[in-house]
């Protein structure tokens, strides 16, 4: 079955740098895009990033210039390298993949905190 497990949250401060992993495994990963999404408390969650097979990435305008999304198909991972982090980043962020049948499915979310 699809699993997804991201690691890499962590504190950090204003303007620091955080590197998101998402490992995949249960499907044929380099099949598929993956994305990136975060939930802010009170809010609803959003598309961050999106890395397509063809190797093209789309990212939200709130994280253009800051964030990079990558992924490496010999590893089965996408990860999410984060520049610049600002007090309005923090939130879960969680990996997804639009599978088969338009399933959505996620891992557990890391969690991203950004203070001084």
């Known amino acids: 079955q699809v699993q997804l497990v991201e690691s890499g949250g962590g504190w950090v401060q204003p303007g620091g740098s955080l590197r998101l992993s998402c490992a995949a495994s249960g499907f044929t990963f380099s099949r598929y895009a993956m994305r990136w999404f975060r939930q802010a408390p009170g809010k609803e969650r959003e598309l961050v990033a999106v890395?397509?097979?063809?190797?093209?990435?789309n990212y939200a305008d709130s994280v253009k210039g800051r964030f990079t999304i990558s992924r490496d198909n010999s590893k089965n991972t996408v990860y999410l390298q984060m520049n610049s982090l600002k007090p309005e980043d923090p939130a879960v962020y969680y990996c997804?993949?639009?599978?088969?049948?338009?399933?959505?499915?996620w891992g557990q979310g890391t969690q991203v905190t950004v203070s001084s």
């Open positions: 997804n993949l639009i599978g088969d049948y338009s399933t959505w499915y």
């Open positions: 890395s397509s097979t063809g190797g093209s990435t």
